[in-house]
């Protein structure tokens, strides 16, 4: 296999912690819009949003990654996810504090995540990659994307 | 010949099976009148020969193939139209309808209905040999003296230019080695020098020598029929000299050309071990075909003579046909968008104060040729009822064969459009109902006669739109519902207290109640499938209603009332904290303020609450969606007594608001299932508001009340 496969990543801010997803699964970043709240469902999922005639649920990551939740303003933006691998993509709303910047890695500058001091169920870890002094957690698009995994704690 | 057939495949099913509903049309219509109907009909059953052969549906050519020749002696008037033949060939229809399905599925139909009718074709075929006529003695000669080997030279010299257009010869010798042993030799002699081939001309030609017994030069015609104008063909009749002159020819052909292809031994081997191939991988398959003619056979029980029911075998076909009068009407108010669009970003571009108006006037413009773009979409959707309707002709017709009952069908309104999706499955109830009129309406012959009526019933369907929902009518002028009968029946059953006083409507409502049936009406043709209840659900479930009115003496009416659509729905908005729920408007019975006299609490934290006989359980939104309400208080709350399946509830609101049509979206597109909600909607605004999944509620709800509401009936026989 080739050694220098490189992806980009949109990368985003969460309680001070800078994280990245696939630049490919975004579909596009929002301010939020109201919200409509589904009954009986856990705190991180906030509702759902109209989206230009599709109806996409949303998702708090950090009530997600259970990370004290913050209070939103008209600052706050969603990264809306969609799978471009599927045959019926399934869209996800994910409220961010902020979005900061997009980088570009290779597969061989991301290392394994250790094990320990996280509280973010590791399944949605792709792994850690370091971008100067930051360190950025990358996040598997695969498993945010995945109806079982996302709304399943 | 690299065109890619499956492509192609699905417009091959699609026409094969409106061809089959044109040839029952047509065939229905040949046994009341004598018209031009069986051109069409043979017309219908030549393409799907032709269409079949092209895609090797090979069960289906062969059988065809006989129907063919059935229908190609009537047309030339060679044959009589015997009501029996007809019969026949009704059969045929469906046979055919099933081996398209086997073959398109790659298995072998063996179902025994196909080798019956098969019989029965090649039956009324050999019958047609004594006509006198001088044109079939020929033909009668040769299938009587089956041993005596008749031998046909075929040269075959294609244009260069046959296989552009699609056509293959190999196709043809498949074909014709189907119909007799050949020998065919290919003449390579035009064939230029390598560096000069084209490749997508064809050089070769061929000599076929063909030897059947029964093989006649019309059928030998017919398989080159597609490509009759891109070639030379000679047919000639080898008399036994002439036969051993060819072989002479032959010997010294022979050295000259290198290539002779032996069609005849290779084909059947081929044939033989794709289809052992195919029944050994494929067993379970197969094993699911016998399951399936298992399920149908009751039903072919039903039509009679083991006809597989011509609704079964229809696929779900996923595509639509519109008109194009539908699409020009789109493209026209595209273009009408496209120009409102630019003059509006016109006008964005220096925009200043003065051109508000012009603004405003053009946002109208925009809003307008939206609603109008929205509706001819929906449009799109619908089709007319006949779709729904065509099936019925054929339905009734064998029904009045089964029970010996004279008939007529008469069809109203069958232009009326309806949802496609709601066409597709309203489709089966319908047919029940249809069945149930002919066999419990419609009295026979001699009742009908002694009542004073006309010896032949007549079963009416009738389709109209009301308001936004559409009425489908099956009349029957029978001798309509014995009351006393259904009554006595639900007293027995102890679905009704004895001495009970109910309306008409109540009591023929009975009849909906799973398993009622009352014993007298069983036959095999409705004691069986689907039963009313069934029927009422699969419309329920349609967001529709179902009436019955009846008159002794006079006959029914089944009344069907369904949305237009299912993406659209009416809906009462209402107001719960600060969410905003949307009730489908046809499952409320009434809205009302709680009287404080008339609560009842019962133990269990369940409220119930007195709807004149009735009580109901009042259902607070607010706790079951666990949401902040303004009211929490039953007394002198709004409640919207909803209804579903017989089962009352009230659904304790904050507010009512405005009542509308909303467009249903999924949520489960991105999201899961939600209890209690079946979807969402995009209200004015741009906000998205909750349909409330009414059933699922009182499921719900009743979960929590079931033992809460026994004890309030025990409490209230007491108070009584």
Redesign the interface.
Known sequence: MMNEIEQEYLTFLLDGEEFGVDILCVQEIRVL??I??????PDYIK????LR?????IVDLRERFAKQALKYNDQTVIVILRDQTAI?P???GLVVDAVSEVYKFSDKSIREAPDFGNKIDRCFIQGLASHGEKLIILLNSQTLLN?DEL?HL | MSIDLAQFLPTFLEESYEGLEIMETGLLNLQSSEDDSIHSIFRAAHSIKGGAGTFGFNQVTEFTHLVETLLDEMRDGRREILKSDIEILLQSVDCIRLLIDADHNKIVCEDESISKVESLLNESLNSSSTDTQPQNENKSEKTQTATDAQSWLINFTPQPHLVQTGNDPLFLFNALADLADLEIVCNTSELPAFSDIEPKELYLSWQIKLTSSDATEDDIKEVFEWVEDECTLEITLLTNEAISDVQEDEAVNNDTQEQSIQVQSTQPESEQSSKQELAEPLSPTAITTDTNVLTTKPQSAIMGKDKAPAAKAKPDVGSIRVGVDKVDMLINLVGELVITQSMLSELGNDFDLSKVEKLTSGLDQLLQNTKELQESVMRIRMLPISFAFNRFPRLIHDLSIKTGKQIELVIKGEQTELDKTVMEQIGDPLVHLVRNAADHGIESTEVRLANGKSEKGTISLNAYHVGGSIVIEVNDDGGGINREAVLNKAIEKGIVEPNSSLTDAQVFDLLFEPGFSTASEVTDISGRGVGMDVVKKNIQSLGGRIQVESEPGKGSCFKVNLPLTLAILDGQLVRVGT?VYIIPLITIVESLQAKAELINRVSGNMVLYRLREDNVPVLPIYQ????EAQCTEIENALLVVVEFDGQKVGLMVDDLLAQQQVVI???Q????Q????SG?T?LGD?????ILDIPGMITMALKQSKIAQKTAVNHNVEVV
């Open positions: 819009s109201p409509t709240t589904l009954p009986n469902k509702g759902v949003i109209n005639g599709v109806i996409i649920p019926k399934m869209v996800v109806q709304y | 969410e079951l969606f666990n949401l979206k999924s949520l597109d991105n999201y899961q939600v209890d209690g909600i969402a995009i741009g906000s998205v508001a909750m």
